[in-house]
């Protein structure tokens, strides 16, 4: 291995030794606290632009499993791990090494890095740190990080364009792409939904012309602020005339169309045994958190909304749910992937709500 740096914007640099794809890159920097799951981390749309380090010292135990993927082109820009197993690929359906993945996909990787030290630095350093793996941490190298302008149209960059179907023989659903992880598609194709997929840009009428028993609004990478504001009155009609799920960045979205305020965290959130109370019952969960927005609870407006789940660790909103219509949203992941299935009940709920007084 040679060696490779991670550089960040206040100057510091972190040494390690190169691995998967030799190329420099930029992006967001930010760590994951997952003991496992590390494909569907580097898979998963919410990454879109980011760097990725690992928390858990040994990355890459287990090979690449053809059927975890959670996107069919990986957003990330690089992953940072302390130590990188050493394994051996096989023949079957693991057929490749975290080495041998990056390098197909072109991301370049570190190990060997003080990340203990890293997310120290990342949590003095607050809000979006930006960063930048080189072969050499010289002033040109700087200068190109300082220089570099991420997108803010992230969403835009990884849903799809155009409208797709993921057939079956249940309820008709439709999911609204904003960045839309396969784990949503599995749970609703376990349900034996008949699932359509529409772009971030589709209009009521599109949707509604589908004739849906409900409407899922995907999870997805980047800051809810850039979107346009058609697509916070879209939901806002939507949620009068169909049942309405909303997780991750769509539940952000829900917020917003229904009023609320949406900050950035001071520290992005990521892992996959988040503790999370559901107010109703006060029963503790585990699930899969991927935030770098939260909701403000003192802009919940208590006459539309209430708050249905809480952060064990931070007190912040994870979840709401309409007075008046049958619409309810997430900050976590209900499919896991990674991650318990403990909140996955939460689609057989969103099932109960588009049946609505029919028996199936």
């Known amino acids: 291995m040679v060696k490779r740096y991670l550089i960040l914007e206040d100057g510091t640099v972190f040494e390690g030794e190169g691995f998967g794809a030799p190329a420099v890159t930029f992006g ?7 003991m496992t799951g590390y494909q569907e981390i580097i898979t ?64 370049p990787g570190i190990t060997n890095v003080d990340t203990r030290g890293l997310i120290r630095k990342l949590r003095e350093i607050g809000g979006a740190v930006r960063g930048s793996i080189v072969p050499v941490p010289d002033a040109h190298a700087f200068d190109q990080l300082h220089a570099t302008v991420l997108t803010s149209q992230q969403v835009a960059q ?28 599995r749970e609703l194709s376990r349900r034996k939904c008949n699932i359509t997929v529409l772009p971030y840009t589709a209009t ?35 949620q009068e005339r169909v049942p309405l799920f909303g997780i991750g960045l769509g539940h952000e979205l829900f917020a917003m169309a229904n009023g609320v305020q949406v900050d950035r965290v001071p520290v992005e959130i990521h892992g996959m045994n988040h503790p999370i109370k559901e107010i ?36 912040a909103v994870q979840g709401l ?3 008046r219509y049958p619409a309810f949203s997430v900050q976590f992941f209900p499919d896991g992937s990674p991650g318990p299935d ?17 028996e199936d």
Do not use: C, W
């Open 342 to 358: 403990e909140t996955d009940p939460l689609f057989d709920e969103f099932m109960e709500m588009t049946r609505g007084t029919e």
């Open 44 to 107: 998963n749309p919410i990454y879109h632009n980011q760097i990725v380090i690992f928390t858990q010292p040994n990355v890459g135990n287990s090979l690449i499993h053809s059927n975890v993927y959670e996107s069919i082109e990986p957003p990330i820009k690089g992953v940072i791990v302390r130590n990188l197993a050493n394994i051996t690929a096989q023949k079957g359906r693991h057929r490749m090494t975290l080495d041998q993945y990056l390098n197909l996909i072109n991301v």
């Open 321 to 323: 749910r309409h007075r």
């Open 158 to 185: 990884v849903a799809t364009p155009k409208p797709y179907p993921n057939p079956g023989v249940g309820r008709s659903i439709v999911v609204v792409d904003f960045g839309l992880k396969n784990g949503i598609l």
């Open 28 to 34: 967001e920097v930010v760590f994951n606290t997952a």
């Open 204 to 238: 009521v009428d599109q949707i509604m012309r589908l004739d849906p028993d409900g409407v899922v609004l995907s999870s997805g990478p980047g800051d809810p602020h850039s979107l346009k504001k058609s697509v916070l009155k879209m939901i806002q009609e939507l």
């Open 280 to 315: 109703i019952t006060d029963h503790v969960v585990y699930a899969n958190q991927g935030a770098g927005f939260q909701i403000q609870r003192e802009s919940v407006n208590r006459e539309n909304l209430f708050v249905t789940y809480v952060d064990m660790l931070t007190g």
